[in-house]
């Protein structure tokens, strides 16, 4: 069973939508003891990364997380769970996860529209099993005001550009974390999804 | 670097796709769900759902299309038309929408905007435009005043200054319809979308008049709008959603084509 984590931000049902469409059993949960068993665990989200801590402490989510996560079960951060899982982010001063080391930045405005919304490329510095069998040209799907900004440069597994070069996708060891939304990209967002599935943590 | 986006505009009314002209005189194509699964296999980026049901008690419909749409369909899709309070923001965004776009009832309470994007995020709330030429005066600055109730009742509203108050309440997006050129295949209203995307700094679409790529070319390079919606240059097969990425692709302009 995977299981995604329910911390009431934003609608989780689109990543349960396209699991069932690749037959793939999951659970919406925020119940400890279904995240703690889970095959994997996928981390998603929309909204504010404040409101997002606020219930992830107060749901007792916070040490459940961690646990999960240093057991080596896959783990898969999107959009706002991807900056979640940092130390810390710039959007209302959120004291965050910290199970990769850096920080969330917003984008500077000026010559860029806020958020950046649409279809983007990757460079892909470093081969992951996500990325199995997907073109390197691919575009994916982003809608974000804010970007993580990871302390180690190995954490970054690829790069988009949108004024600036930020990290689109990070991860460390059995943590992969896609800053874009693989549920709304099409069929290459489905394999990615899917590789996710067949990943066992290990690069 | 990013992409231009498409996006495929369905006027659904009772469950059936229709097409009208300036707003009026629908007629029915076709099924919103087959149309909207052949325009994803073409690799249009993203889908617009109007729903245009008269009566109230058939509202239902839409909800019953969104949700055969997100579970076939794996690309942002919005809903707008009909919707007046929260609570059908929330019916249509667990259907499975990703964007709820809101059009007379903001006009009439803004706060809908504010209270939309506080509870489900700015990034799911779209503002739709209804535009219209108007002569320049001191409350119509632009020369562009905001109509309501289909295009049928004008505000005395500057369509500049309704953008970016929008933008101020919360909206996270701004899809810009001109009923001038709506339905007419003769390009899009360039003056109006270029004054818009100059004025916010979120995301514009422009809307209305497209007939051939040419159209959007004009409308990405000289109107600078981040997206472009289209209708009936697809939904009569005059061309694909891939005949028009690959115009653009030649013309210099970022579009994502399906690999």
Redesign the interface.
Do not use: H, V, W
């Given at each position: 069973m995977l299981a995604i984590i329910d911390y009431k931000a934003g609608n989780l049902t689109s990543v349960k939508r396209a699991l069932a469409h690749l037959d793939i059993l999951c659970a919406i949960t925020d119940k400890p003891e279904t995240i703690l068993s889970a095959e994997r665990v996928i981390f998603p989200g929309v909204g504010a990364a404040g409101k997002a801590m606020e219930v992830i402490n107060s749901h007792g989510l916070f040490h459940v997380i961690h646990e999960v996560v240093s057991r080596g079960t896959p783990f898969l951060g999107i959009c706002l769970g991807t900056q979640i899982i940092l130390e810390r982010s710039e959007e209302d001063t959120a004291t965050c996860l910290g199970i990769i080391s850096g920080m969330a930045r917003r984008f500077a405005g000026g010559e860029i529209k806020i958020p950046h919304m649409g279809w983007n490329t990757l460079s892909v510095r470093r081969p992951h099993s996500i990325l199995k069998g997907i073109d390197p040209r691919t575009q994916f799907y982003f809608v974000h005001s804010y970007y993580p900004v990871p302390l180690n440069q190995e954490d970054i597994i690829a790069t988009t550009d949108y004024n600036v070069s930020f990290a689109s996708i990070i991860g460390h060891q059995n943590v992969v974390a896609t800053q874009f939304h693989p549920e709304k990209s099409g069929q290459v967002g489905l394999r990615l999804l899917k590789n996710f599935c067949e990943w066992d943590g290990v690069l | 670097?990013?992409?231009?986006?498409i996006i495929i505009c369905l006027d659904v009314r009772e469950g059936k796709t229709t097409k009208g002209v300036k707003f009026e005189g629908n007629i029915e194509i076709g099924n919103p769900v087959s149309m909207a699964r052949e325009y994803?296999e073409q690799?249009v980026?993203e889908l617009v759902f109007y729903d245009i049901t008269a009566s109230s008690d058939k509202r239902n419909i839409i909800i019953e299309v969104v949700d055969a749409v997100?579970?076939?369909i794996?690309?942002?899709f919005a809903v707008g038309g009909g919707i007046r309070t929260l609570d059908d923001m929330y019916a249509v965004?667990?259907a499975?929408a990703?964007k709820i776009s809101v059009n007379t009832a903001a006009v009439v309470t803004p706060d809908l905007i504010s209270e939309g994007a506080k509870i489900?995020?700015?990034?799911?709330v779209v503002l739709g435009m209804d535009a219209k030429k108007a002569p320049k005066t001191s409350a119509i600055p632009s020369g562009y005043e905001v109509y309501i109730n289909g295009g049928r009742t004008p505000m005395g509203i500057d369509a500049v200054r309704w953008a970016r108050e929008a933008q101020n309440l919360g909206a996270?997006?701004i899809c810009l319809n001109s009923i001038d050129a709506d339905g007419t295949n003769e390009g899009y209203e360039l003056i109006i979308t270029e004054k818009i995307s100059q004025a916010v700094?979120?995301?514009v679409i422009a809307s209305g008049g497209a007939g051939k790529p040419e159209h959007l070319k004009d409308v990405f390079m000289q109107a600078h709008a981040?997206?472009a919606l289209i209708a009936s240059m697809v939904h009569y097969k005059q061309y694909t959603v891939g005949e028009i990425k690959s115009y653009l692709a030649h013309e210099g302009i970022p579009v994502?084509e399906l690999?």
């Open positions: - | 670097m990013l992409s231009k986006r994803y690799g980026d997100a579970k076939n794996f690309i942002p965004l667990s499975g990703e489900f995020g700015s990034q799911c996270g997006e700094t979120i995301p981040d997206a994502r690999i």
